[in-house]
């Protein structure tokens, strides 16, 4: 007579849904991209593009981060506002969306 494992007690999944995820660049590493999580890039993606000046001198960066700041709440965005601003800011610059102006104090405005 064989004896046969007990068979294992399924558990409900606790797994959490995966992540779409969106390849980010950065124009400070050419070629280089990371992943980030697109939900989240996508709302900093439009807010950055939706605060930045088309026209005239562009906007500081600290402008920038202030401007940023009040388009997502730190309820929803935590501590990582900022962070998302310059990740977002830094790939729009490295696909030509946004153009920085090399003068003092930086600016940067859409193109």
Do not use: C, H
Request: no cysteine; proline share 7%; charged share 30%.
């Amino acid at each position: 007579m064989t004896i046969k494992p007990a068979k294992a007690m399924s558990k409900k999944s606790t797994a959490k849904p995966e992540k779409r995820i969106v390849q980010v660049l950065n124009v400070n590493a050419p070629g280089k991209v990371y992943p980030r999580d697109a939900a989240k890039y996508e709302a900093a993606r439009k807010a950055l593009l939706k605060v930045l000046p088309k026209a005239g001198p562009g906007v500081t960066q600290a402008e920038m981060m202030a401007l940023m700041k009040k388009a997502f709440p730190a309820s929803e965005w935590g501590t990582t506002q900022g962070w998302w601003a310059k990740t977002v800011q830094l790939d729009a610059e490295a696909r030509g969306e946004v153009i920085r102006d090399g003068g003092k104090p930086l600016r940067w405005k859409r193109k």
